[in-house]
Nanobody, 121 residues
Framework: QVQLVESGGGLMQPGGSLRLSCATS??????????MRWFRQAPGRERELVAS????????DYADDVKGRFIITRDRARKTSALQMTSLKVEDTGTYYC????????????WGQGTQVTVSS
């Protein structure tokens, strides 16, 4: 059974930094073949893609409003992903979800339970 567990959320003042982590377990396919993504859902809004890191090339992509502030990484040995968030803004507030989707095998799409990030003064 595949599990994704996020950690690292919390309350931070504007301008501060947080590092979110996503620990994975139970993947039958190679971790390197999964696209790792972080989504954010603010109250009353739809879940939106914040950042992704793609397979063996580790190509990254970001939503426009986090470019230059957030960095997504993956650690193949530990089978984890992280989202380093800097220069946090109030509008970054929301529940952050880790997602792992296989790059070629349909149906291998897994989610964590989410971790809350609140940016407030």
């Amino acid at each position: 059974q595949v599990q994704l567990v996020e950690s690292g959320g919390g309350l931070m003042q504007p301008g501060g930094s947080l590092r979110l982590s996503c620990a994975t377990s139970g993947m039958s396919a190679s971790f390197s073949n999964y696209i790792m993504r972080w989504f954010r859902q603010a109250p009353g809004r739809e879940r939106e893609l914040v950042a992704s890191i793609i397979t063996t090339a580790d190509t990254t992509d970001y939503a426009d409003d986090v470019k230059g502030r957030f960095i997504i990484t993956r650690d193949r040995a530990r089978k984890t992903s992280a989202l380093q968030m800097t220069s946090l803004k109030v509008e970054d507030t929301g529940t952050y979800y880790c997602n792992a989707v296989h790059s070629t095998i349909r149906g291998l799409d897994f989610w964590g339970q989410g971790t809350q990030v609140t940016v407030s003064s």
